[in-house]
């Protein structure tokens, strides 16, 4: 099946700063990617829909200011948390649409401190 | 898209089938039955997914009943590496529309 990647699969940083993260589709091109974020025990929520070359839709009650999505490619879209705080610790997933069918990365995990 | 009522956990003997339920009593006629699951600190791994006919791949078998309110998923010989959450999720295929992950169910597979 399709591969989707995130890099870096683990970060730390301090409250305050701002963290990236990147979703990558290898195998293919996706006009659409998603963001999800899961803490701790919980099921992911979806965060927002990102469209190569078009801004992003945000789910009720997800800060656009805060979580900055960019799509520049068909392969790359970017999860940047701005002004970081521990409440963002959190495991945040891409997926990739192909098609029909979506793929999920594998995590990248966020701490702040 | 339709809610989807999962048990929040079962257990499984290790070489025995493990039965998934899950219930979606507000499906329509154009959603189809997904079944994802993901491993402790992975990204969810697709399993199967179905419309009204029962499906079978390498990984499991999905039964959706005739009336499409729910189904079950089927793993035939549970190994401890099935040890997972399953989510099963309705949507409509082919759109793009966004995956909304319910509660799903922990399944343990006991040795």
């Known amino acids: 099946g399709a591969v989707v990647s995130q890099h870096p699969s683990w970060v730390i940083c301090k409250s305050g700063t701002s963290v990236k993260i990147e979703c990558r589709s290898l195998d293919f091109q996706a006009t659409t990617m998603f963001w999800y974020r899961q803490f701790p025990k919980q099921s992911l929520m979806l965060m927002a829909t990102s469209n190569e070359g078009s801004k992003a839709t945000y789910e009720q009650g997800v800060e656009k200011d805060k979580f900055l999505i960019n799509h520049a490619s068909l392969t790359l879209s970017t999860l940047t948390v701005t002004s970081a705080h521990p409440e963002d610790s959190s495991f945040y997933i891409c997926?990739?649409?192909?098609?029909?069918?979506?793929?999920f990365g594998p995590g990248t995990r966020l701490t702040v401190t | 898209d339709a809610k989807t009522t999962q048990p929040p956990s079962m257990d499984c003997a290790e070489g025995r089938a493990a039965n998934l339920p899950c219930n979606h009593s507000?499906?329509?006629?154009?959603?189809?039955v997904y079944w994802y699951r993901q491993i402790h600190s992975q990204g969810p791994q697709y399993i199967i997914h179905?419309?009204?006919n029962n499906e079978t791949n390498e990984m499991a078998s999905l039964i959706i009943t005739e009336d499409r309110k729910s189904s079950t998923l089927i793993l035939p010989h549970a190994t401890l590496r099935d040890t997972a959450v399953y989510y099963c999720?309705?949507?409509?295929?082919?759109?793009?529309?966004?995956?909304?992950f319910g509660t799903g169910t922990s399944l343990t597979v006991i040795p």
């Open positions: 507000t499906i329509s006629g154009n959603e189809y």
């Open positions: 999720i309705v949507r409509v295929a082919g759109t793009g529309n966004q995956f909304y």
């Open positions: 997926s990739a649409r192909d098609s029909d069918e979506q793929y």
């Open positions: 179905g419309l009204k």
